[in-house]
């Protein structure tokens, strides 16, 4: 079974810019969640989705964040315009059913915003 | 809301020894999960252990166990015979079993294992 895929790994952006990234979740994970992971701290979640629905939104920063889910499968997350502030690890997760099952991360892409 | 708290920042361990790694939490919510998660520099999260909250022993994974100690509110991850490879950031983490409730994460404890 492939893992969560996501890409690009890193990015280096300069403030103001827009970037991008991408999850590609295991096949019928009908859960995905972004987190955003400061240096030296725990992910902190950004937005979950239930198939193509946003179930939790609310510590997402709508003024520069979006996401979304189309078709219920893979997932974007966009900054725009980004601060120095957003440097950090974007991980993308998935769910596989019930709440008692653990999350099966990706690997990450590392945002740099100078 | 939920809430998880790690203090140590940073533990030492040697190799082949044991190692405990805190984690108290407080939750309003009558059934949860706790999970924990090792991350190494390389940056994945790998899922290590989990424990139900109505759960009547405490859990193991290998060299994993939890030490759940539900008056207390506490969910110590316990580390036998430590291996080079186990030197990461660990992170301790909660959800509620309800709704579409999600996984509350811990600061982390940095774990380095010496020769």
């Known amino acids: 079974e492939a893992g969560v895929a996501q890409s690009p790994r890193y990015k280096i952006i300069e403030k103001r810019q827009s970037v991008a990234f991408w999850c590609n979740p295991i096949?019928?994970?009908?859960?995905l969640y972004w987190y955003q992971q400061i240096l030296g701290q725990g992910p902190k979640l950004l937005i979950q989705f239930q198939n193509n629905g946003v179930v939790d939104d609310s510590q997402l920063p709508k003024d520069r964040f979006s996401a979304e889910r189309l078709k219920g499968v893979d997932s974007t997350l966009k900054i725009q315009p980004a601060k120095l502030e957003d440097s950090a690890v974007y991980l993308c997760?998935?769910?596989?059913?019930?709440?008692?099952?653990?999350?099966?991360f990706g690997p990450g892409t590392r945002l740099t915003v100078l | 809301a939920q809430k998880i708290t790690q203090t140590q920042p940073g533990m030492f361990v040697q190799e082949k020894e044991a190692v405990t790694l805190d984690c108290t939490y407080d939750t309003s919510d009558p059934s949860y999960g706790l999970f924990w998660y090792k991350q190494p520099s390389s940056g994945e999260m790998i899922f290590l252990i989990y424990?139900?909250?109505?759960?009547?022993q405490n859990a193991t994974e290998g060299r994993y166990s939890l030490n759940f100690q539900k008056a207390r509110k506490s969910a110590n991850l316990v580390i036998s015979a430590s291996q080079l490879g186990d030197s990461a950031m660990y992170f301790c983490?909660?959800?509620?079993?309800?709704?579409?409730?999600?996984?509350?994460f811990g600061k982390g404890t940095m774990l380095l294992v010496s020769p």
């Open positions: 096949s019928g994970h009908a859960t």
């Open positions: 983490a909660m959800r509620a079993v309800s709704g579409y409730s999600t996984l509350t």
């Open positions: 997760a998935t769910l596989p059913g019930h709440l008692t099952d653990t999350q099966y």
């Open positions: 424990q139900g909250s109505y759960d009547q």
